[in-house]
């Protein structure tokens, strides 16, 4: 008489891991339908702009300076003599006050049923650059002459939408491509800046002119853009004071990068954010570098990520399976009524369903519609069925009930990534006490002739 108890058991362990396959295959096919999503994703930014990283504006010295070489004399290397040479070198110098003030709008571009977000950036920059006399570099050797140029870094400048007119001092210029090739690689310091070489990302120069080796500079700038993106918009604060503001009306913003916001509002409406950073806390040679980190950023992310959301689901399918297993078992153990292995894997198989379901509803409707329609249209197949398997309607609206709280429990932490180690333990922690307290008068050692079905009585 144990071992038919036992051999019970065995059946329902051996079909819970048979259940795992087609779990496996409709995680697989989740899977398959994000990474058609991210390159979906991939295909717009290429055909529009990618992500983008705005290093804001600098400054670049290209200055010719002679120096003394000391040399091995020919046929007696243990003699020099001084030699004079002319060295090219560059020195990027930041912004003494920089302003950036920007709204974006965030739109969504559709392939087929996938999606991808552009944001289009109206931004409006205006500064300040002081530069010392170069006569002043404390680099022992003497300035000849020295030009400037205004460089501003764009990761994709295909979003550029606009011309801008730059005014500088009151003149008006014009930005023009910079090739990095024609740039000497090295640098120097100066009291008032830091060195570092050319950032290797994009970038659009104004030639200055040359400079006076003896005066000290100064240079007043202002501009407008309008640059287009993909997902992510990251901005490295050059400035010795820099003040950013942004706006805009997603309502779902990720702020990001070694910078959060001073201040930021997020609502319904959308969001503002402000940004003020002083040299003290930004490092400006990892400005030049964009995968230093050395930004502030905006993630315009989706709110629901419904590849992400339904792969998190499928990872509770095996809960759902063992919790509905044990209510069968418990059925048999109260109501005295036999449940054929078959069953427990007809109800097993619609419980699995309920994740294509899932999926495939919400690549067309909200996910929070598409949960609902899936979770009814297998709670009611598994009530219906079990109606006529456990012979009365009474039996299947009690499981049909039981699994609507399951699917209530697992929305609520499909919602709260962060409780949901609690909600999933508070379950089990509840299952557990509800199966002990509903069994704690059963008699187990008479139990396998009562479970074993008409047939083996």
């Known amino acids: 008489m144990d071992k038919k108890l036992l051999f ?9 891991l048979l259940l795992l396959v087609p779990l496996g295959l409709i995680e697989g096919q989740i899977r398959e339908r994000s990474q058609r999503q991210n390159e979906v994703q991939a295909s717009i930014a290429n055909s529009a702009a990618g992500e983008q990283l705005l290093v804001a504006p600098v400054i670049a010295v290209s200055y010719r300076e002679q120096v003394d070489v000391a040399m091995p004399r020919e046929g007696n290397p243990e003699q020099t003599t001084v030699r004079t040479r002319i060295v090219e070198r560059t020195l990027l110098v930041p912004p003494e006050k920089l302003e950036m003030l ?11 049923i996938y999606q991808a977000r552009l944001f289009r950036l109206g931004l409006g920059t205006s500064g300040r650059f002081l530069l010392k006399p170069l006569a002043e570099l404390p680099s022992g050797g003497r300035i000849v002459s020295a030009r400037a140029r205004l460089l501003l870094g764009i990761a994709d400048p295909r979003g550029v939408n606009n011309d801008p007119e730059v005014t500088i001092n009151g003149k008006m210029h014009r930005f023009a491509s910079a090739s990095s090739k024609n740039e000497p690689p090295a640098t120097a310091t100066a009291p008032d800046s830091t060195a570092a070489q050319a950032a290797p990302t994009n970038r659009l120069a104004i030639d200055l002119g040359p400079l006076d080796l003896q005066r000290e500079s100064r240079f007043d700038f202002s501009f407008p853009l309008q640059l287009t993106g993909t997902t992510r918009l990251a901005i490295a604060p050059t400035g010795e004071a820099n003040h950013i503001e942004l706006k805009s009306a997603w309502p779902h913003p990720n702020f990001g990068g070694r910078f959060l916001p001073t201040a930021r509002s997020v609502g319904k409406d959308g969001f503002t954010a402000r940004w003020d950073i002083s040299h003290l806390a930004r490092n400006f040679e990892a400005t030049q570098k964009p995968g230093s980190g050395e930004v502030l950023s905006i993630d315009f992310v989706d709110p629901v990520n419904v590849y992400l959301q339904s792969e998190r689901a499928v990872k509770y399918g095996v809960l759902f399976i063992v919790l509905t297993f044990a209510g069968f078992f418990l059925t048999e153990i109260l109501r005295r009524a036999p449940i054929h ?16 379901l899932l999926i495939a509803l919400s690549e067309h409707l909200s996910f929070v519609l598409a949960y609902a329609a899936s979770a009814a249209a297998c709670i009611g ?13 009474r039996q299947g609206f009690a499981f049909g009930a039981g699994l609507s709280g399951l699917y209530g429990v697992l929305y609520g932490v499909l919602l709260s990534e962060d409780n949901s180690l609690l909600m999933g333990s508070l379950l089990l922690f509840l299952a557990l006490g509800a199966t002990m307290l509903a069994t704690r008068r059963v008699d ?9 079905g008409p047939d083996q009585a």
Do not use: C, D, H
């Open 444 to 452: 187990w050692y008479r139990l396998s002739g009562q479970i074993s």
């Open 102 to 112: 920007g709204e974006t709008a965030v739109e969504t571009r559709n392939r087929g």
């Open 381 to 393: 197949l598994i009530a219906f069925y079990l109606a006529g398997a456990l012979g009365g309607a």
């Open 341 to 356: 292995p078959m069953q427990y894997l007809l109800v097993g198989l619609a419980l699995a369903i309920f994740f294509l």
């Open 8 to 16: 019970k058991l065995a059946a329902i362990f051996f079909m819970s």
